[in-house]
């Protein structure tokens, strides 16, 4: 998978200014937009370090079923006496005498849970279409991919990246929906904390700045192990809003 290269990132964010944005520089909304940028930067990338991990977890899950798996054909073998020339090497499951298993039949080499796989290529390709800005096909996605994968372990994250889509759009009615949906269903997932944060900014964004403190005011209690980033952004949120 093409990986999202930090030092692009960055220069997209600080790349220089042209002249009219120059004369402007002091301008606090500019800083601001700016600032939401280099953020917005920031968690994509997380998001695609997230997605790597899962399928690290996933392929190293593959080779611990195909070892499992050998190590029981080799041992039918030697019982079954399949090491004689040209004997038919029993299948697993295949002889009478055959031991059950805790974990139940060894599956087939290289035969990787069909939805499962299916599942992350669905949320992989969700994922590409939102980092090339193509926001309606991203929503489409990360939409189905939840639908069909309720319980997977990304389901919190697609759930997150769902209300990005209408973030960046500016759709913060349905955006506020899928955050609060992301909290709510997988308050305890990865990116729990990330739909909580940004439940509140969009709830600042559609002027209910006393629901948005209530929220921020819910972070760390739900939270304590957030990350210094994600506390650094409540207290500004809390700031821009005048939360007391």
């Given at each position: 998978?093409?990986?999202?290269?930090?030092?692009?990132a960055l220069l997209v964010v600080f790349a220089l200014p042209t002249a009219a944005a120059a004369q402007r520089g002091?301008?606090?909304?500019?800083?601001?937009?700016?600032?939401?940028?280099?953020?917005?930067?920031?968690?994509?990338?997380?998001?695609?370090?997230?997605?790597?991990?899962?399928?690290?977890?996933?392929l190293m899950q593959q080779m611990e079923k195909m070892q499992a798996d050998y190590e029981y054909r080799i041992d039918q073998l030697e019982k079954g006496g399949g090491g004689k020339p040209g004997g038919a090497a029993p299948r697993p499951g295949g002889l009478a005498a055959a031991p059950a298993t805790p974990s139940g039949p060894?599956?087939?080499?290289?035969?990787?849970?069909?939805?499962?796989?299916?599942?992350?290529?669905?949320?992989?390709?969700?994922?590409?279409?939102?980092?090339?800005?193509?926001?309606?096909?991203?929503?489409?996605?990360?939409?189905?991919?939840?639908?069909?994968?309720?319980?997977?372990?990304?389901?919190?994250?697609?759930?997150?990246?769902?209300?990005?889509?209408?973030?960046?759009?500016r759709d913060y009615n349905n955006a506020l929906t899928a955050f609060a949906e992301g909290y709510k269903v997988y308050k305890t997932s990865p990116k729990g904390p990330d739909n909580l944060l940004k439940l509140g900014i969009t709830m600042?964004?559609?002027?209910?700045?006393?629901?948005?403190?209530?929220?921020?005011?819910?972070?760390?209690?739900?939270?304590?192990?957030?990350?210094?980033?994600?506390?650094?952004r409540i207290d500004q949120e809390r700031q821009k809003n005048s939360c007391g």
């Amino acid at each position: 998978m093409k990986i999202f290269s930090p030092w692009f990132a960055l220069l997209v964010v600080f790349a220089l200014p042209t002249a009219a944005a120059a004369q402007r520089g002091g301008d606090s909304v500019y800083i601001e937009d700016r600032l939401n940028q280099l953020q917005q930067t920031l968690t994509m990338m997380t998001g695609q370090i997230e997605q790597l991990q899962h399928r690290n977890a996933t392929l190293m899950q593959q080779m611990e079923k195909m070892q499992a798996d050998y190590e029981y054909r080799i041992d039918q073998l030697e019982k079954g006496g399949g090491g004689k020339p040209g004997g038919a090497a029993p299948r697993p499951g295949g002889l009478a005498a055959a031991p059950a298993t805790p974990s139940g039949p060894a599956p087939t080499p290289g035969a990787a849970p069909g939805g499962a796989a299916a599942g992350d290529q669905l949320y992989d390709e969700a994922f590409k279409k939102l980092q090339e800005g193509d926001y309606a096909a991203a929503e489409r996605g990360f939409k189905t991919f939840v639908q069909r994968n309720p319980q997977n372990k990304l389901a919190g994250n697609a759930q997150y990246w769902l209300g990005e889509t209408y973030y960046a759009r500016r759709d913060y009615n349905n955006a506020l929906t899928a955050f609060a949906e992301g909290y709510k269903v997988y308050k305890t997932s990865p990116k729990g904390p990330d739909n909580l944060l940004k439940l509140g900014i969009t709830m600042s964004n559609l002027g209910r700045k006393s629901d948005a403190c209530a929220v921020f005011a819910r972070f760390n209690q739900d939270y304590p192990r957030a990350t210094d980033l994600q506390k650094r952004r409540i207290d500004q949120e809390r700031q821009k809003n005048s939360c007391g």
